[in-house]
């Protein structure tokens, strides 16, 4: 496979509003906005899943503030402040409307986007996400208690295995090489603690599932069937709420499916795009 450097990239920040916030944009084509879910980053996406991407998109990602060089988070946010976070890059970048994809968390943040400016999104693709409201759930309680185990511990490695093992599949996590990747990446660009417990009120107090039969651009939900962190019953849910809306079961994937199944999900993202303005 082809390396980044055969694309243009840059990595800067830039200012949205009160804050600033990292981002790059890589690729050619129409733009398409990644947004990362929670304790993730821009780096978490992997190359074998942005690869395919820059061959058909401007890509933009970006890290959410508190995380990475963009704004230090001072107090609690919400993912409707976080999705206007999103509009403002797009506007500080000059784009009048993309194509939008936001997984787990930025799942929750990209239906915020899509409600409150459904102008700036062509079309929206939900990953392993949530919607709250009736017939939703989040992690089982003792995935919660393991990771909160695992997090209290002090022991990093023990926390970072933990983090891994409960957002792939079973086959996934035994796979050395895979692990020693997410490693890498996890070790460089670790996420403070308090910006992730802030993230993760912002998830339990989402709740978009009365807004989401306002939504009219196309729209694409993934889900993994092994997904640990949000069982894959939300990703159902959110396609019968949202009319139109297609619905790609991943069998045997876990949380980011994207890891496991990287070609699939670019094919199934740009098959989507066509569908948009």
Not at 91 to 112: F, K, N, P, R, T
Not at 229 to 250: D, K, T
């Amino acid at each position: 496979m082809g390396g980044v450097d055969e694309y243009d990239q840059a990595v800067s920040v830039i200012g949205v509003g009160e804050i600033e916030l990292e981002y790059e944009r890589s690729g050619a084509g129409p733009p398409l906005l990644l947004i990362q879910g929670m304790s993730g980053t821009m780096w978490h996406w992997g190359e074998p899943f942005l690869e395919p991407l820059r061959r058909e998109f401007e890509v933009i990602v970006y890290n959410h503030r508190g995380v990475g060089a963009s704004s230090v988070l001072e107090g609690g946010v919400t993912t409707a402040q976080m999705a206007e976070d999103g509009a403002g890059l797009l506007a500080a970048l000059d784009i009048a409307s993309a194509h939008v994809l936001g997984i787990s968390m930025g799942g929750m943040v990209a239906q915020e986007l899509a409600l409150g400016h459904p102008e700036l999104v062509n079309t929206l693709t939900l990953g392993c996400t949530y919607c709250g409201g009736e017939g939703s759930s989040l992690a089982a309680p003792e995935v919660v208690q393991r990771l909160g185990q695992a997090m209290l511990s002090g022991n990093r490695e023990l926390a970072l295995r933990a983090a891994w093992e409960v957002n792939v599949s079973a086959k996934m996590a035994a796979d050395t090489d895979a692990y020693a990747q997410f490693l890498e990446v996890a070790q460089e660009h670790a996420v403070a603690i308090p910006v992730v417990m802030a993230q993760m009120q912002a998830c339990a107090a989402h709740d978009t599932s009365g807004r989401l039969a306002q939504l009219a651009m196309p729209t694409l939900v993934m889900h993994g069937t092994e997904d640990q962190m949000i069982p894959v019953q939300n990703g159902r849910l959110i396609a019968s709420l949202i009319a139109g809306s297609e619905l790609e079961i991943f069998e045997g994937a876990g949380h980011v499916f994207f890891w496991e199944e990287p070609e699939r999900s670019a094919d199934l993202l740009q098959a989507h795009a066509s569908l948009g303005v």
